[in-house]
């Protein structure tokens, strides 16, 4: 898996690429906290879960269902979140999703099972450049911990910040670019 704070990344760049009249502050954290729940399925390790069960790591909880459930309970407190209900379902599965996602670009583990419940098979993407973070804090302050967050930043936070980039100055309303370039958006009515 990549390190929790890197699958802060995908919707921090979404978020933030769109900006805050589309993907509100509060939208914004439930994205991240969705993108990151995922992994406390590790707290099965302590319980005994065994890895490759469904309910061990990279399990049902990285599963696309499992996000769907999470963008479902979002739309329901869509009004807390300040957003719409489709909004917030929309924006918080894709963000959960991105963690499965991510994790199969990893060079470690056991898959992921994406397809729960329809499958327990433990899936990759053929390209894995991201390397596999170690479980553990001293682990992760070691020398592999530093070439986790290279490979992290070179694979995950680069090609996020330059989406960003890309959806904040070139896919956002033109309105908000003929604004940056001094030109007045004309009215619909005349």
């Given at each position: 898996?990549?390190?929790?704070?890197?699958?802060?990344?995908?919707?921090?760049?979404?978020?933030?690429?769109?900006?805050?009249?589309?993907?509100?502050?509060?939208?914004?954290?439930?994205?991240?906290?969705?993108?990151?729940?995922?992994?406390?399925?590790?707290?099965?390790?302590?319980?005994?879960?065994?890895?490759?069960?469904?309910?061990?790591?990279?399990?049902?909880?990285?599963?696309?269902?499992?996000?769907?459930?999470?963008?479902?309970?979002?739309?329901?407190?869509?009004?807390?979140?300040?957003?719409?209900?489709?909004?917030?379902?929309?924006?918080?599965?894709?963000?959960?999703?991105?963690?499965?996602?991510?994790?199969?670009?990893?060079?470690g583990g056991k898959g992921v099972a994406l397809f729960w419940p329809f499958s327990e098979q433990r899936h990759f993407f053929p390209?894995?450049?991201?390397?596999?973070?170690?479980?553990?804090?001293?682990?992760?302050?070691?020398?592999?911990?530093?070439?986790?967050?290279?490979?992290?930043?070179?694979?995950?936070?680069?090609?996020?910040?330059?989406?960003?980039?890309?959806?904040?100055?070139?896919?956002?309303?033109?309105?908000?670019?003929?604004?940056?370039?001094?030109?007045?958006?004309?009215?619909?009515?005349?």
């Amino acid at each position: 898996m990549p390190t929790i704070i890197t699958h802060a990344a995908i919707p921090l760049a979404i978020g933030l690429g769109l900006g805050s009249s589309v993907v509100s502050r509060r939208l914004l954290l439930a994205g991240v906290a969705a993108s990151m729940l995922p992994d406390a399925d590790v707290l099965g390790f302590h319980l005994g879960v065994p890895y490759g069960h469904a309910l061990g790591h990279r399990g049902v909880s990285h599963a696309l269902v499992s996000a769907v459930l999470m963008g479902l309970t979002a739309a329901l407190g869509a009004p807390w979140i300040k957003s719409t209900r489709l909004k917030a379902f929309l924006f918080v599965a894709i963000c959960m999703a991105s963690h499965g996602v991510l994790d199969m670009l990893t060079d470690g583990g056991k898959g992921v099972a994406l397809f729960w419940p329809f499958s327990e098979q433990r899936h990759f993407f053929p390209w894995r450049p991201v390397a596999v973070s170690p479980l553990g804090l001293d682990r992760i302050l070691s020398r592999r911990g530093l070439e986790v967050a290279l490979s992290e930043l070179r694979w995950v936070w680069l090609p996020a910040l330059t989406a960003c980039a890309t959806m904040y100055f070139g896919v956002r309303p033109l309105s908000r670019n003929s604004f940056l370039i001094g030109v007045r958006p004309q009215d619909p009515g005349n």
